[in-house]
């Protein structure tokens, strides 16, 4: 079954596909509001001073910056994104928002001045995410903190579907409809992650994992909900991968 959920031409490339307004930029206030309950755990600690600049590096809307902001008080959030369209959204729900790219000529922030590094449901779209790494460590001061978020490859209803010769949830082989699996949504992922691969990923970017969590998706069926939630105590089960890690 395919079905097509964008308006207008096909997109000739993945910048069409992203400044299309009808495909969805913003992710679900339960991941959320857990990824920045964990950043806020790391600025709280005992090796932080004063205010922190916080970057939302593919901020959509703004929406994750937003729900963010109220648990870090005193601290700087700045969403940055590359879609002309987004910003307009961001700059409606957060004080500042920036246009910068990780490829090309790179963000436009010095080098060590960043604190933190929101980088929520990114790396699953990126043709080149080793290359966002480098440019998101070189921003970054040293010991500064990575608050990664992106959909699990593994996650519990995805192995029953594999088993069953079903495309798995998260995968995408069109950016012009679904096919083969359940879901509505094309957003145009090229690349996803196993708990163990986004570990492995990350500590070879140069940078030290912290924590791994877990979070649930919302397009998950209303009535598989509770189930979703539960997996979260599992991370390599749950439907959203959180990790945190430091740069060395």
């Not at 922030?109 to 990114?122: M, P």
């Not at 163990?196 to 990923?201: I, N, P, V, Y």
Request: charged letters at 20%; a positive charge.
């Amino acid at each position: 079954m395919t079905t097509p959920t964008t308006t207008g031409p096909p997109p000739r490339d993945l910048r069409d596909f992203y400044e299309n307004p009808a495909v969805p930029v913003a992710s679900g206030t339960p991941r959320s509001l857990r990824q920045a309950r964990m950043l806020a755990r790391a600025l709280n600690g005992p090796a932080t001073a004063g205010p922190q600049t916080i970057l939302d590096i593919g901020c959509g809307d703004g929406t994750a910056a937003a729900t963010a902001a109220p648990l870090l008080p005193g601290h700087r959030v700045i969403g940055v994104d590359w879609s002309q369209d987004a910003l307009r959204r961001a700059r409606t729900r957060i004080p500042y928002a920036v246009r910068g790219e990780l490829t090309g000529g790179g963000l436009p922030f010095a080098s060590g001045s960043a604190d933190a590094v929101l980088f929520s449901e990114v790396v699953e779209h990126l043709v080149d995410p080793d290359a966002a790494l480098d440019e998101i460590r070189r921003i970054l001061r040293p010991g500064g903190h990575l608050m990664l978020s992106t959909p699990n490859l593994a996650a519990w209803y995805n192995r029953g579907l594999l088993l069953a010769g079903v495309q798995p949830v998260f995968s995408e082989v069109s950016l012009r409809g679904i096919h083969g699996r359940p879901g509505k949504e094309v957003v145009g992922h090229l690349r996803l992650y196993t708990a163990r691969a986004l570990k492995e990923f990350v500590a070879a970017s140069g940078f030290t994992v912290e924590r791994l969590e877990g979070a649930p998706f919302h397009g998950v069926p209303r009535p598989l909900r509770p189930l979703d939630r539960l997996a979260c105590a599992r991370p390599q089960l749950a439907s959203i991968l959180l990790l945190h890690a430091r740069r060395t």
